[in-house]
């Protein structure tokens, strides 16, 4: 808010920014009265809202800091809050997307239109009621959240999710060195630290935490790049993060990362790519010379099916293909009404989810649903392709995020956490959000 507009709210001028009129009766100019007591208290409020929604990002993948048993974070309940103040003080972003947001609202209305359809018919209303709500928060109301701040500080928040997940691999390896899985189990779950070994980190899982690192490996040559993380730090979080995507032992990760670190440095130009090249082979002579061994978790999930070729040793492949299957095979039987929301694992033999939205969000809620999940994919990848036309270093980093959310759908069910989507957002947001008025906006996406 400018200067000017601030005395205007605080009723310093009229409407059209005028000095008050001369009062003819009392002889004398009618002097404004500022509130600055009110001026001053919405400035705290903006600039806690401002501290809250960098904490959020920082703890986006810190999975384990849940408020209860239930599906909420830490990082949601701060967003809540900066979603609060944004609404009062009418800043959300009601076309995040521009021209394309009224396509993305109706994938959105589809994929949960015919879910509950199909929850109607088939399931437990109830459960469509949680899982819409948990959907509605992460696809519809992030983005208002996310594309309603200036760029300005838009290209700065990936520098906070990278240290945020890097942090997260700090906490999770130094554990595995110290610790046993039994040691930490009371205070921290299953997942931080498993009985094979594997590192969830904060995420609470490994294969979520890969992913987290996947989302952030693109991330932190992006700031690099844009100098919002130092070279030095930067090449401590990168050996961090790799540190701890190989303690992971997750096949899925690995794979992501691969994607997403190649598809960034193609993307973004030659130039980078062979700098990288350069600390790579040189990082990796390194460490064969220091004749420190591979984490064995990743020797055993990761490194036997990468060199045999055999995806059956990647951990629970073959019981994910055996979801997939059974999934093929029912998708003929739920064209139009689909088994409703959580339905599947009743259903299923396995009794379980398949680890595929494509394939869950058609059994659970038919072709409607899965014509919605389509709209929603392809404009991230139309968003992507778009940022890289008019900023090659933005749309690079939107294009390697969206691919990481691309290979993960092929891999877990439901995507309502706000630990999947919000690094998709984040990372559009650093193109998409609103420009500053002193440059020109992205006439696609720029809300008008």
């Known amino acids: 808010m400018s200067q000017d507009q601030t005395l205007n709210d605080a009723g310093g001028f009229d409407e059209h920014g005028a000095a008050p009129a001369y009062d003819e009766q009392a002889g004398a100019q009618a002097m404004p009265v500022l509130d600055y007591a009110n001026i001053g208290k919405r400035g705290t409020i903006q600039r806690i809202a401002r501290f809250m929604l960098c904490a959020s990002i920082f703890l986006a993948g810190w999975s384990l800091l849940r408020v209860g048993p239930i599906n909420l974070t830490l990082s949601d309940v701060l967003l809540m809050f900066v979603l609060v103040v944004m609404l009062f003080r009418t800043q959300l972003n009601t076309r995040p997307f521009s021209a394309m947001t009224v396509f993305w609202f109706i994938g959105l209305a589809l994929m949960l239109g015919g879910l509950l359809l199909s ?187 990468i060199s045999t070729g055999d995806l059956s040793q990647a951990g629970t492949f073959t019981d994910r293909s055996k979801l997939i299957e059974e999934a093929w095979q029912k998708a003929d039987d739920h064209v139009f009404i689909g088994q409703g929301v959580d339905q599947y694992r009743v259903e299923s033999f396995y009794g379980a989810p398949v680890h595929e939205l494509h394939l869950l969000i058609w059994n659970e809620g038919g072709a409607i649903a899965f014509v919605g999940l389509l709209m929603l994919l392809l404009i991230l990848i139309g968003g992507a392709l778009s940022a890289i036309t008019k900023s090659r270093m933005e749309g690079a980093m939107i294009l390697a995020v969206v691919a990481v959310f691309m290979v993960y759908s092929f891999s877990i069910p439901h995507m309502y956490s706000r630990q999947w989507i919000l690094p998709v957002l984040l990372a559009i947001s650093t193109f998409f959000a609103l420009q500053p008025a002193h440059l020109k906006a992205p006439k696609m996406w720029y809300r008008s």
Do not use: H
């Open 119 to 305: 929850t109607v018919v088939n399931g437990v209303v109830e459960r469509w009621v949680i899982v819409a709500g948990q959907y509605l928060f992460a696809f519809l109301l992030i983005p208002m959240i996310l594309m309603g701040q200036e760029t300005t500080l838009t290209r700065r928040l990936p520098a906070l999710f990278v240290l945020g997940i890097t942090v997260s691999q700090l906490i999770g390896v130094s554990a595995s060195l110290l610790f046993e899985p039994a040691d930490t189990l009371a205070l921290m779950g299953k997942g931080f630290l498993t009985g094979n070994g594997r590192v969830g980190a904060m995420t609470g899982e490994p294969n979520s935490n890969g992913a987290m690192i996947a989302y952030a490996l693109p991330m932190l040559f992006y700031c690099i790049q844009k100098r919002t993380i130092p070279l030095g730090i930067g090449l401590i979080c990168g050996a961090m993060l790799v540190w701890g995507l190989l303690a992971s032992g997750s096949f899925t990760g690995f794979a992501a990362s691969v994607i997403a670190v190649s598809v960034f440095l193609v993307v973004s130009g030659l130039g980078l790519f062979l700098r990288f090249a350069v600390v790579a082979v040189v990082g990796a002579g390194l460490f064969v010379a220091s004749g420190l061994p591979l984490p064995e978790t990743f020797e055993d999930r990761v490194a036997g099916a």
